[in-house]
């Protein structure tokens, strides 16, 4: 299906444009995780998070206050779980009990007993999950790993399938996608877990998937476009891949937003990593990796300082002969 037709968009001339927007958000991401810090889930923190729920819904200051007299010097997160008419509160704290026996869940316990001595109403706990800090930092280091071994897998791949400057190109994409994406983590303070880290690893294979497809179309054209420029061997590359970038993306997002909508707590943070990355990865393939292609390559194409030059209909090739004058017809003999 085609939705744009004959598009002949300058893509790259906004490049040093979006490169500019992209450093912005990346360094005013860095200034708020220096200041504010990006909030660390239960699976990388460690800890113990209670959710209950109350018969009538209770202020935050009154959790709070009801939790004071048993974790006062310990940094108690306490939240708004899901839809407010569900009348659940999130408690999170750095505290774990042993991690053997029957004291698994004993901070589990403390904040069920402060709750329910707090007078706040019946209240009934409907999930716990406990993560002592060993498995916290297991899960930190297997994450870390992940997201550089498939960096480099990107690398190596299209460098072997295509050319070095392509896989740069895509490798920095794809960090650019991950930079951007942990800024707006950090702008809206949602925590860092095992669903946001899937997340952005599955938005880093759809980046680097929509600038395959992109360098595969400027791969094709290099080979019948020898004497233009590499800007706009790019640019043709861009406008034809257009119409299958926007339905693709937009998809995407339909779904993205749908369960952010609709998924409910547990999902709202992978949801909304999905959004952001899906944005930031079809904007990175326009215009971040294509960008890098022709910082690393310049603006004129291999192929064209080897392309022979062109010979016009009716013309003669440079340093050969003309064609032969005719000769002049013989006189007539007289009779």
Same mark, same amino acid.
């Given at each position: 299906m085609h939705i744009f037709k004959h598009t002949n968009f300058d893509f790259l001339r906004w490049r040093w444009h979006a490169i500019a927007l992209s450093w912005v958000v990346i360094l005013a991401g860095l200034g708020v995780t220096l200041t504010k810090g990006i909030p660390l889930g239960i699976e990388f923190a460690g800890g113990t998070v209670v959710i209950s729920q109350f018969d009538q819904q209770p202020s935050i200051q009154q959790v709070r206050e009801a939790l004071g007299g048993t974790f006062g010097g310990q940094n108690v997160i306490?939240?708004?779980?899901?839809? &407010?008419?569900?009348?659940?509160?999130? &408690?999170?704290?750095?505290?774990?009990?042993?991690?053997? /026996?029957?004291?698994?869940?004993?901070?589990?316990? *403390?904040?069920?007993?402060?709750?329910?001595?707090?007078? !706040?109403?019946?209240?009934?706990?409907?999930?716990?999950? &406990?993560?002592?800090?060993?498995?916290?930092?297991?899960?930190?280091s297997k994450g870390i790993s992940a997201t550089v071994l498939s960096l480099a897998g990107i690398l190596i791949y299209i460098a072997a399938r295509y050319q070095l400057s392509f896989a740069v190109g895509a490798v920095v994409a794809t960090l650019h996608d991950l930079f951007v994406t942990m800024?707006?983590?950090?702008?809206?303070?949602?925590?860092?877990? +095992?669903?946001?880290?899937?997340?952005? +690893?599955?938005?880093? /294979?759809?980046?680097?998937?929509?600038?395959?497809?992109?360098?595969?179309?400027?791969?094709?054209? #290099? *080979?019948? %476009?020898?004497?233009?420029? +590499?800007?706009?061997?790019?640019?043709?590359?861009?406008?034809? =891949?257009?119409?299958?970038?926007?339905? =693709?993306? @937009?998809?995407?997002? !339909?779904?993205? &937003?749908? +369960?952010?909508?609709?998924? @409910?707590?547990? #999902?709202?943070?992978?949801?909304?990593? %999905?959004?952001? @990355?899906?944005? =930031?990865?079809?904007y990175s393939s326009v215009f971040v990796a294509a960008a890098i292609v022709t910082l690393w390559r310049g603006n004129t194409t291999k192929a064209a300082s080897h392309a022979p030059a062109s010979v016009s209909d009716g013309e003669a090739p440079t340093g050969q002969s003309s064609a032969r004058k005719p000769k002049p017809a013989r006189k007539a003999r007289a009779s």
């Amino acid at each position: 299906m085609h939705i744009f037709k004959h598009t002949n968009f300058d893509f790259l001339r906004w490049r040093w444009h979006a490169i500019a927007l992209s450093w912005v958000v990346i360094l005013a991401g860095l200034g708020v995780t220096l200041t504010k810090g990006i909030p660390l889930g239960i699976e990388f923190a460690g800890g113990t998070v209670v959710i209950s729920q109350f018969d009538q819904q209770p202020s935050i200051q009154q959790v709070r206050e009801a939790l004071g007299g048993t974790f006062g010097g310990q940094n108690v997160i306490v939240q708004q779980y899901g839809d &407010v008419a569900q009348r659940q509160i999130m &408690v999170r704290v750095p505290e774990v009990g042993a991690e053997e /026996g029957a004291s698994l869940s004993s901070a589990a316990q *403390k904040v069920e007993q402060a709750l329910r001595a707090a007078n !706040l109403g019946n209240v009934t706990t409907v999930g716990t999950e &406990v993560v002592g800090p060993a498995v916290g930092r297991e899960l930190t280091s297997k994450g870390i790993s992940a997201t550089v071994l498939s960096l480099a897998g990107i690398l190596i791949y299209i460098a072997a399938r295509y050319q070095l400057s392509f896989a740069v190109g895509a490798v920095v994409a794809t960090l650019h996608d991950l930079f951007v994406t942990m800024a707006f983590l950090a702008f809206f303070q949602y925590d860092i877990t +095992l669903n946001v880290i899937a997340a952005i +690893l599955t938005v880093s /294979g759809y980046s680097v998937n929509d600038t395959i497809v992109i360098f595969d179309r400027v791969r094709e054209n #290099l *080979k019948g %476009m020898r004497r233009d420029s +590499l800007m706009h061997v790019i640019n043709v590359a861009l406008n034809q =891949t257009l119409g299958r970038t926007v339905i =693709t993306a @937009g998809t995407t997002l !339909l779904s993205a &937003v749908a +369960l952010f909508l609709f998924g @409910g707590e547990v #999902l709202r943070g992978f949801a909304f990593t %999905m959004i952001i @990355g899906v944005i =930031t990865g079809t904007y990175s393939s326009v215009f971040v990796a294509a960008a890098i292609v022709t910082l690393w390559r310049g603006n004129t194409t291999k192929a064209a300082s080897h392309a022979p030059a062109s010979v016009s209909d009716g013309e003669a090739p440079t340093g050969q002969s003309s064609a032969r004058k005719p000769k002049p017809a013989r006189k007539a003999r007289a009779s």
